[in-house]
């Protein structure tokens, strides 16, 4: 397994899992040019554990129940993956929620808050280049 170079550790990335097209449009919009965001609806698709771990952050639906499931994802990444990233959580019940607060997702949004948060993650997120 080759390691990431330290160029690819720098890039400033994080990732989405929802299938919303509404709502990664308006992420996209709220996302400086210097960040990229990738969407995705399996974890799969970011690629192995040390690929999943240079994304800074993870955005995840908890209203998608069809693409994937949001519980099975936050198990993968905690005690498959044993990644600590942050999972900043949007939408869902209160049910879903505390099954995600169990599992240790990390912040809890509505959609609309999600979007007003953005920002500050990305601030708080933009070491390196």
């Known amino acids: 397994m080759p390691e990431p170079t330290i160029t690819e550790r720098l890039i400033r990335k994080y990732a989405v899992m929802t299938t919303d097209q509404t709502m990664i ?3 996209k919009a709220k996302t400086p040019p210097a960040w990229h965001c990738r ?3 399996d974890l799969e698709q970011l690629g192995e554990w040390h690929e999943v771990l240079l ?5 995840l639906d ?3 129940i069809d693409a994937f499931d ?6 993968i990444l905690r005690r498959e993956f044993q990644i600590n990233i942050g999972v900043f959580c949007f939408g869902g019940d209160e049910d ?23 920002p500050e993650f990305i601030r708080q997120y933009d070491w390196g280049e």
Do not use: N, S, Y
């Open 62 to 64: 908890l209203d998608e």
């Open 39 to 41: 969407v995705v609806t």
């Open 70 to 75: 949001p519980i099975d994802v936050i198990h």
């Open 55 to 59: 994304h800074r952050f993870l955005l």
């Open 96 to 118: 879903i929620q505390d099954e995600m607060r169990l599992a240790r997702a990390d912040r809890f949004f509505g959609r609309e808050e999600m979007l007003e948060r953005l």
């Open 25 to 27: 449009e308006k992420l």
